[in-house]
């Protein structure tokens, strides 16, 4: 059972440029969750999703910043006209509930935008 | 808001050590709370998970405990070994996100 796959595990874009980042959850598990860890600093929630629908996307940059879950295919972040500030390492969780007690998130290898 | 602090930010003890991370949350309502690892470079591997209504879970050398009343955890690690050294991050769930701490660096020399 593969675990949380993101990819590009890097990804370099010059200023102005579209980032896509891509995650497939695990199998089985239909939520989806977003963090953004800039250098020095925690893990910080995005967005979460569920298949086709975006549930909370409370700490998402209101600007530049999108994400989906169709009903086939990886999730997507996006982020269009990237800037230097954008640089961080992206991460992608999945789970099986949405959240409750039980709600166990499982991470992917993350993909490290730089920006130049 | 939710805040999570971990103490200390970064330990170093010789292998064979007996340790203790620590783990603090201001707001005591959450559904559960979640033990992390986090290689350089790399992802999160998910430790253990204590659900709200727990107070301890066990894996192997691992123990975490869970006072959700003074808003506490620890994770005890057991004979420490070269292999665990990395960072460890506490997170608490509380609605639809994790609200993670900074992390403790840990370095475990031979």
């Known amino acids: 059972n593969a675990g949380v796959m993101q990819n590009p595990r890097h990804l370099v874009r010059r200023r102005g440029q579209e980032a896509r980042l891509r995650c497939s959850p695990m199998k089985g598990h239909s939520h989806v969750y977003w963090y953004r860890q800039l250098p020095e600093e925690g893990l910080k929630f995005m967005v979460y999703?569920?298949?086709?629908?975006?549930?909370?996307e409370s700490g998402m940059p209101k600007e530049r910043f999108s994400a989906e879950f169709p009903k086939e295919g990886p999730s997507i972040l996006r982020i269009q006209q990237v800037v230097r500030g954008d640089s961080a390492a992206y991460f992608c969780?999945?789970?099986?509930?949405?959240?409750?007690?039980?709600?166990?998130?499982?991470f992917g290898q993350g993909t490290r935008l730089t920006v130049v | 808001k939710q805040e999570v602090t971990q103490i200390p930010a970064a330990l170093s003890v010789p292998e064979g050590e007996n340790l203790v991370l620590n783990c603090s949350f201001t707001d005591s309502a959450i559904y559960n709370l979640q033990w992390f690892r986090q290689d350089p470079g790399k992802g999160l591997t998910s430790l253990l998970l204590?659900?709200?209504?727990?107070r301890e879970q066990t894996s192997g050398r691992l123990n975490a405990s869970l006072d959700k009343s003074s808003g506490r955890s620890t994770l005890y690690i057991a004979a420490s070994q070269p292999g665990d050294s990395a960072t460890y991050l506490c997170a608490v769930r509380a609605g639809t996100a994790l609200i993670f701490g900074k992390g403790t660096t840990l370095s475990v020399s031979s």
């Open positions: 999703l569920q298949k086709e629908n975006i549930i909370d």
């Open positions: 204590i659900q709200s209504s727990q």
């Open positions: 969780a999945s789970s099986k509930q949405g959240a409750g007690m039980d709600t166990e998130a499982f």
